[in-house]
Structure formats: C-alpha cells, structure tokens
C-alpha cells in the first residue's frame, strides 16, 4: 500500500475503505501532512480536525490525529461537520485543517480535504504531492515515526459556525417562506438546523421542511450528489406538493448547494453565481468577482453590468481559491455549484450562498421563477461525458472541424461560433473521458451545436 497515487489526486485524498485506504494510510498522512506544512514554513503546532457522517469518519480521523502527534503537533478535534464548517474553523482559530469525508461519492469511499491556516487550499501543486511522497516513505517502514504523546483537544463549534454566518446574511426581516431541504443523509441534517433553524439561534421567519436529516452515511434514499438530476427527484416532487417556496439540495458533505424554484424546476448554479454576485457587488462595488470558464455567458455579463470585474478562471476549487486570493474577489462561482466568499476566508460554503438566494427571494414578492429568470439568459446543455481512447486526438478532430471559431485553451478547448454559441472540450484528470460543455442562445441551436460536437467525438 505504498503507492498511494491512486487515492491522493490533484486536490484531496479520496479511496475505497478499507482497500485503498484505511488507518495506517490515515496515519503516515497525518505525520506527513505536519512535515509538509513546517517545511514550508508553516505553524503546525495545531491541527483542527472534522468528519462527516460516514461510519469510516471517526477511527480514521483518530488515526490521522495520532500521526500528527507522532510528528509532535497537537490536535482540536472538532468531530463532526460539514466542510464548511471545517473551513470555518480553520479560518476563525487560525490552523491549518483537514476534512475526513469523499463529498458525494458512494459509503464505501472515504477521503480528506487539508488546508492550511485560513482555509487556503492545498492541492497537488502546493503541498499535496509533498504529502502523498512522504506518507508513502512512512508506510514503507510503519515504524519510522513512533506514536508521540497523545495531545488532542475536542472542541465544539458547530454553534460559532452558525453565529458567523448569521452575521455575513442577515435574514431576520424578510417576508415568511417555506422551504424544503434534502441533505440527502449528509451533513446538510447537522448544518441547517443549526444555522436556518433554531437549534442555537433565534428563529428566522422560515419553516423549514426536513427531507433525509438523518446522518447516514450508507445513503439510504439516494446518492448525496445533487448535480445528478435523479437524486433531485424527491425535492421537486415535496415542492411541488407541498407548495413551498424554494428548495435547497445539499450534497454529502454540505458544501455545495442546489437551488429548486416553487414549481419543482432547477435554477442553475450559474444563475446562483450570477445573483449573489449582484448582491456581493451592491456591498462592495468595483469588485473582482471570478467564474469558472464553463458558466454560461450570463456571469460575465451580469458582473459588469452590475458595476464589477468579471475573471475567468479554470475548472476546480484550487484554482478559484488561488484566483480568489491573488485579486482580492469578493465572491466566486463555478457550474458544480461550488460558491467561494472573500468573507469567508475565500473558501467555498454552500450554506452561505443558501442564505444569500433565501434573502434574495425574502426582500420582494415574486416567486422564485419568475426572480431567477432574470439571471437564465441562454440555454445550456450541462456537462455530457464520452469515453474515448484518446482525448487529445479527439479534441484536434473537433477543433479541426470548426475552422470559423474562435478558440482558447484555458482550460481544455473553448470555442465560440460568430453567432455567439460556444462549447467547451476538458479531458478528465482522472478517467478516459471527455467533458462537453454547450450554450447558445435558443435551445435549437445549443441542440443542433451539442450533436455536431458529440458527433465527431464519438465516431
């Protein structure tokens, strides 16, 4: 179990327990994960630490917290969370982090998200191949660092978590709504009680309807990843008779966040972006706010006409946060319904962006389709995946046969037709696929565009 390139990957560290991952693998992670951080000039004197509901979560974070210590650092416990919640807690105690959870893959897997003092991301490129060659030199020789003193403090702050975003979205006077929530047996059940409803704090003028509050972490009902249409289904069918006003979708570990109207149909992450931006920018005008290069063309847009500076950026949280530091954005916003906030700690937190759509909604009167219309402008097709043997090839075939397009290669190819549709071509990092991304204006034309592309891609 040596190699361990299997499991830890571009941004975290995700794997079948016990197969490809279990407590000696958490362990060489822990210790290494401390020498990583002092040997790039980091205090690791502390670790704060966070699971989530999986049954795998408590004795591998007891075993990352024992290869900390081997390394001599000391950890706070925080127990169970949702990411943000962790990231939370890595930027209001000032220590770097680390998350035992795989977000929405299936009960077996189980995974970690690490971060350095104030949420700042770590990812292949800036200290997580460090981790991953030095935890495979310690599970080479198990007993090359002893267990040191046990030094592990546990510390609830799931109350603080709640209190923070209270004060970054204030909800106390907008109009009544009554909104149906599916955490899909996530961390979604531990977070919302706590923050949209009144376990900790004063109520707020919402009714909230629990779908799947439960913790469990074999996900009983459907999968925890919203982005797939079908695990939607139970959401829109309880709007829809129950008549609730909006309803919020959470994925496993909570921090993303999908948004369904009153009459059952999805808003799109990329018209979430575009309305909190609007709402980030009336608070600081002139800001930079980024979008991934797959949002629809709406996000720019909208930025500037609200008086901001639209970036683009690649796909994937490491580089969003890394542009969200380096120009100071306010907030951020990719197609996966991953949201990132300059105030908080420019992490992604899929609550805070909840709350924003829900005060949105609260300060006028029209219902939730008609509001969010003003931010769907075109039509898109979603990301569509084909297995292909070879994907560079493949990309040159496309590109070859749009000769009166504009291209750029950001991020995979994006090119944009005269009449302004677009598509956009990424490899996966990690499978044999292709990832196509279309919009155009009217749904004939991002039809007609979609099957030219996957035409030549699946010959």
Known sequence: MSDLSQIIKAYDVRGIVPDQFDESVARAIGTAFVEMLRESGDDADRIVLAHDMRATGPALAAAFARGVNAAGSAVVHTGLGSTDQLYYASGALGLPGAMFTASHNPAQYNGIKMCRAGARAIGQDSGLFVVRRRAEELLGDLDAVADGPERVEHRDMLADYAAHLRKLVDLSGIRPLKVIVDAGNGMGGHTVPAVLGDQVLPALPLEIVPLYFELDGSFPNHEANP???????????????????????????????????????????????????????????????????????????????????????????????????????????????????????FADTGMLAAMHVLAALGEQDRPLSEFAAEYERYCASGEINSTVADAAAKTAEVRAAFSNATFDELDGLTATLPDGAWFNLRASNTEPLLRLNVEAAKPDRMASLRDEVLAIVRS
């Open 227 to 345: 982005l797939d249409p079908a695990n939607l289904v139970d959401l829109q069918e309880a709007i829809r008779a129950q008549g609730a006003d909006i309803g919020l979708a959470f994925d496993g570990d909570a921090d993303r966040c999908f948004v369904v109207d009153e009459n059952g149909d999805a808003v799109s992450p990329s018209a979430i972006t575009a309305l909190v931006a609007r709402r980030e920018l009336a608070k600081f005008p002139g800001s930079t706010v980024i979008h991934n290069l797959i949002t629809s063309a709406a996000v720019p847009e909208i930025i500037a006409e609200s008086g901001g500076r639209p970036l683009r950026s690649r796909v994937g949280h490491s580089f969003i946060k890394a542009e969200m530091a380096r120009t100071n954005a306010v907030f951020g916003g990719e197609h996966s319904a991953h949201y990132y906030f300059r105030d908080f700690w």
